[in-house]
Structure formats: structure tokens, C-alpha cells
């Protein structure tokens, strides 16, 4: 008989690590999924923010802005390329040993003139100028400073 009571007591011990193991690992995935979709809400945020400032200075001649703008970890690097390079299609102020997918994307006339890297989706912005064409800007803590003036029917980015 005791036989018996300890085969069952092992197996109540082995379905109560299951059931364990099982909510730590569901713990583990949700945590982590939440963390992820913070991480492209602020990355959406950073966009939003960024395409309503150039918007807002574009009709506003003269007016200058110095902008701080947050964006998400994992990423280290933003570039603007200037809207006219990409509507020809100009790749010169772009090296294409640095910049690859920046390069490419230009040349192929892929609508996109902000680039995150590495790995963030590119998005475009119409009434952005970028002094030289080409311009880079390296993240540091987290923010970026930009300099936005409005020249009427279009908001001239320089990284500060």
C-alpha cells in the first residue's frame, strides 16, 4: 500500500512542475511580447512626432526649432536623406559601403528618407529638406537633436 501512495505522490510532483514550468513560460512570452510593443509604440511615436514637427515648421518661414526626440533601444544610428534625392533618385551624397540599404533603397526610388538603424522600418516624409542631401545622426541616450527650419513649402533638417 505505501507502494502505491508514493507512485501517486510522484506523479502529483510531476504534474505540478509541469503546471509550474508551463506558467513560467507563459509569464516569461508575455512579459517580453509587452516590452516588444512598447518598444514599437515608442518607435511609432518617434515618427509621429518627427513628421508633425517638419509638417508644422514647413509653412512657418524663418521659424527655426531645436527638437529632442526619443527613440527606442536597440537602435543607434537615424538618417535623413534630402525628399529630392530620392524622387531622382541621386545617390551621390550616399556611400554605398557605410549606408547599403540607405543607398539602395534610393536608388531603387523606394519612398522612404528617414532610415533607423539598424533594423528599423523606414518611413518617408515629404516637406523634409536635409542640408547636404545626406545627413546621419548617432543616438545617444536614447535621443537625438534635430534642428528644423521652415522655408515656406518645405522644413530644412539639421542634426545637431
Not at 508575455?30 to 510593443?37: C, E, P, R, V, Y
Amino acid at each position: 500500500m505505501k507502494k502505491k501512495s508514493q507512485i501517486g505522490q510522484v506523479f502529483i510532483y510531476l504534474v505540478s512542475t509541469l503546471i509550474i514550468i508551463l506558467v513560467l513560460y507563459y509569464g516569461y512570452n508575455a512579459i517580453k511580447s509587452i516590452g516588444k510593443k512598447q518598444q514599437e509604440l515608442s518607435y511609432v511615436k518617434f515618427q509621429r512626432a518627427l513628421t508633425d514637427m517638419v509638417a508644422y515648421t514647413s509653412s512657418d518661414y524663418g521659424t527655426v526649432r531645436v527638437e529632442d526626440f526619443s527613440i527606442p533601444g536597440g537602435f543607434n544610428k537615424v538618417c535623413f536623406v534630402d525628399r529630392d534625392m530620392v524622387k531622382l533618385r541621386n545617390t551621390s551624397a550616399i556611400s554605398e559601403d557605410n549606408y547599403p540599404l540607405i543607398y539602395d533603397s534610393v536608388q531603387e526610388g523606394t519612398q522612404a528618407n528617414v532610415f533607423v538603424l539598424p533594423g528599423g522600418s523606414p518611413f518617408y516624409i515629404d516637406k523634409m529638406k536635409v542640408a547636404g542631401g545626406f545627413s546621419c545622426s548617432d543616438i545617444s541616450q536614447g535621443k537625438i537633436r534635430v534642428r528644423i527650419e521652415g522655408r515656406g513649402d518645405v522644413s530644412q533638417i539639421t542634426v545637431q
